[in-house]
């Protein structure tokens, strides 16, 4: 009666140590670490060991194993010693933890192991994300998770205009589509998503870094926010007009006031996280295949930001097969004096923390 399970029965050599509970002449061998093995404080070190003992001249073999921390080991040599007595030991390097810079960031591991995935420089990628925490207002510098940046380009373009490149009514931008209008008029449903994201849309952008003047008119259970309302109080915060080539047919239609009478589209059109990773260009990049509808507000997560900025920045690298150009890339062109101007900015940060070590946080 064992309850439906095969009970294993002890074999006589290990009948026989429960009985004298004595073993001689006990040997140890490392498996795993083995002999000046280095690790990286932080990572765990696992070990496994064989032993062998003899019990009225009769041998028996067991098998331990475990995991130690290595931020319990001082940096250096450090010595590993099998028990129960033996002398067999290896020793391993502990190595200081990675960092870029004098001081470690918090979010280093992961721009670490992003960048080995794609094969970039890891001072390159985080300078990159660097300068996407450049904050608009005073110019500092700092990493900051749940950054958010509206682009009325994208929302006129893809979203917005009589016949836009995209449209809100695809999977999977309609399910987080804000209630409203587009140039064409049309009315635009609220997305069935969009009541679930928490924080919620009217949250995050009135705590964000767009001027909240007219935000306000979602308390008053007025939706449409449109364009022009937003334009009159941010623009000169934003530069959204400076950036608008009048020579170019990309966005110069926004540079007429009649252009901006459509309700902004937040959650599409913004960029995102510590990468600040558009929305759309992540799931051109497959963002939603992992989980159907995935909400926006995932960018925010730091190793999913980090990820799609990477993965966007090695796409740049491979259409064109040079790092700075990639940069620009990632910007949104190879051509512009904008981009040429972040792609220096970058670039600089890079240079520096190479040669001197410089401290980014």
């Given at each position: 009666?064992n309850?439906?399970?095969?009970?294993?029965?002890w074999s006589?050599?290990?009948k026989?140590?429960w009985?004298?509970k004595?073993?001689?002449n006990i040997t140890?061998h490392?498996?795993t670490p083995?002999?000046g093995?280095e690790f990286?404080?932080g990572?765990?070190?696992?070990w496994?060991?064989t032993?062998?003992g003899?019990?009225?001249?009769?041998?028996?073999?067991w098998?331990e194993?475990?995991d130690?921390?290595?931020n319990?080991?001082?940096?250096g040599?450090?010595p590993?010693i099998a028990?129960?007595?033996t002398n067999?030991?290896?020793?391993v390097i502990?190595?200081?933890?990675r960092?870029?810079?004098?001081?470690?960031n918090?979010y280093?591991d992961?721009?670490?192991?992003?960048?080995?995935?794609?094969k970039?420089?890891?001072d390159?990628?985080k300078?990159?994300?660097h300068?996407?925490?450049?904050s608009p207002?005073?110019?500092?510098y700092h990493?900051?998770p749940?950054?958010y940046?509206y682009?009325?380009c994208?929302?006129y373009n893809?979203f917005?205009?009589?016949?836009?490149?995209?449209?809100m009514t695809?999977?999977?931008?309609?399910?987080f589509t804000i209630?409203?209008?587009?140039?064409?008029?049309?009315?635009?449903p609220?997305?069935?998503?969009?009541?679930?994201?928490e924080?919620s849309?009217?949250?995050?952008?009135?705590?964000?870094?767009l001027?909240?003047?007219?935000?306000?008119?979602f308390d008053d259970?007025d939706?449409?926010l449109t364009l022009t309302e937003?334009?009159?109080?941010?623009?000169?915060?934003?530069?959204?007009?400076?950036?608008i080539d009048p020579n170019?047919?990309?966005?110069?239609?926004l540079?007429?006031?009649?252009n901006?009478?459509?309700t902004?589209?937040?959650l599409l059109?913004?960029?995102y996280?510590?990468s600040?990773?558009?929305?759309?260009?992540?799931?051109v990049?497959g963002?939603n295949q992992?989980?159907p509808?995935r909400?926006?507000?995932?960018?925010f997560?730091?190793?999913?930001?980090?990820?799609?900025?990477?993965k966007?920045?090695?796409?740049?690298y491979d259409?064109y097969?040079?790092?700075?150009?990639a940069?620009?890339?990632?910007n949104?062109?190879v051509?512009?004096e904008?981009t040429e101007?972040?792609a220096k900015?970058v670039?600089?940060t890079f240079?520096l923390?190479?040669?001197?070590d410089?401290?980014?946080e």
């Amino acid at each position: 009666m064992n309850g439906g399970y095969t009970v294993g029965e002890w074999s006589p050599t290990f009948k026989l140590f429960w009985e004298l509970k004595v073993l001689t002449n006990i040997t140890a061998h490392f498996i795993t670490p083995s002999q000046g093995k280095e690790f990286t404080q932080g990572e765990k070190i696992r070990w496994s060991i064989t032993y062998t003992g003899y019990i009225s001249s009769q041998s028996l073999s067991w098998w331990e194993f475990g995991d130690i921390n290595s931020n319990l080991l001082k940096i250096g040599r450090q010595p590993i010693i099998a028990g129960y007595g033996t002398n067999q030991r290896v020793e391993v390097i502990i190595k200081t933890k990675r960092r870029l810079g004098l001081v470690r960031n918090e979010y280093d591991d992961i721009i670490f192991e992003e960048a080995e995935e794609f094969k970039i420089d890891p001072d390159l990628l985080k300078s990159l994300i660097h300068q996407e925490s450049l904050s608009p207002e005073g110019g500092t510098y700092h990493f900051k998770p749940n950054a958010y940046r509206y682009e009325p380009c994208i929302d006129y373009n893809y979203f917005s205009k009589i016949n836009p490149s995209i449209g809100m009514t695809q999977e999977p931008y309609n399910h987080f589509t804000i209630r409203g209008k587009n140039l064409k008029g049309d009315n635009i449903p609220e997305g069935d998503k969009v009541s679930t994201l928490e924080p919620s849309y009217k949250q995050m952008i009135r705590e964000g870094v767009l001027k909240k003047a007219h935000i306000l008119k979602f308390d008053d259970n007025d939706p449409d926010l449109t364009l022009t309302e937003l334009w009159r109080d941010n623009d000169a915060i934003q530069r959204w007009s400076r950036f608008i080539d009048p020579n170019s047919d990309w966005c110069r239609d926004l540079l007429i006031e009649t252009n901006r009478n459509f309700t902004v589209q937040f959650l599409l059109t913004g960029s995102y996280g510590l990468s600040q990773v558009l929305y759309q260009t992540a799931i051109v990049l497959g963002f939603n295949q992992e989980k159907p509808n995935r909400s926006p507000y995932d960018l925010f997560i730091p190793d999913v930001g980090i990820h799609y900025g990477a993965k966007r920045l090695k796409k740049c690298y491979d259409t064109y097969k040079n790092w700075r150009t990639a940069v620009r890339c990632y910007n949104g062109s190879v051509t512009s004096e904008a981009t040429e101007k972040y792609a220096k900015d970058v670039y600089d940060t890079f240079y520096l923390s190479n040669l001197y070590d410089l401290i980014i946080e």
